[in-house]
């Protein structure tokens, strides 16, 4: 047993692949390459009750921040709030940063240097809430209907 990672980690049905590094999943909860974005959710900083629905569109790279209310992140001015650094950062953690730049066709150091552009935060949220129910079954051998969603 590994003690950085948590349980559901290690089960054999667990669906997740296995982190590149250990990732702080109280930071960043929920982080994946979908959609034709990086996309996830972070923890805000000061508030435990909040969380942000950050992404990275691929090509265009452009960045969105917003809470899972859509409401606007007010750290996003132009340039990419410490929500979006810590969305790459855990983003690297987990796949690498050649399979996150490829995913979003873009050079290594330029990941973060689109501009802002609104993007719909509810779907990810939604797909977020998905994850949290799915990781809370219990190990089962049975095929879960609910998992074409992660495909
Ligand atoms: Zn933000």
Redesign the pocket.
């Known amino acids: 047993m590994n003690a950085e990672r948590p349980a559901w980690e290690q089960t054999s049905a667990g669906r997740v692949v296995a982190p590149v590094q250990p990732r702080k999943l109280a930071k960043v909860p929920f982080v994946e390459l979908a959609d034709g974005r990086l996309q996830g959710v972070v923890s805000s900083g000061s508030d435990i009750e909040r969380v ?1 629905v ?1 992404s990275i569109t691929a090509g265009t790279l452009t960045i969105n ?1 917003s809470t899972n209310n859509n409401r606007p ?1 007010g ?2 001015r132009g340039s990419a ?4 650094h810590a969305l790459l950062d855990e983003a690297v953690l987990q796949y690498g940063v050649d399979r996150v730049a490829r995913y979003l066709r873009a050079e290594e150091g330029a990941l973060l240097s689109g501009q802002p552009e609104a993007a719909p935060a509810a779907m990810v949220f939604s797909r977020f809430l998905r994850h949290l129910a799915y990781l809370e079954l219990p190990e089962s051998t049975v095929p879960i209907p609910e998992m074409h969603w992660f495909r």
């Open positions: 942000y950050s921040c992140c750290g996003l709030c410490k929500h979006l």
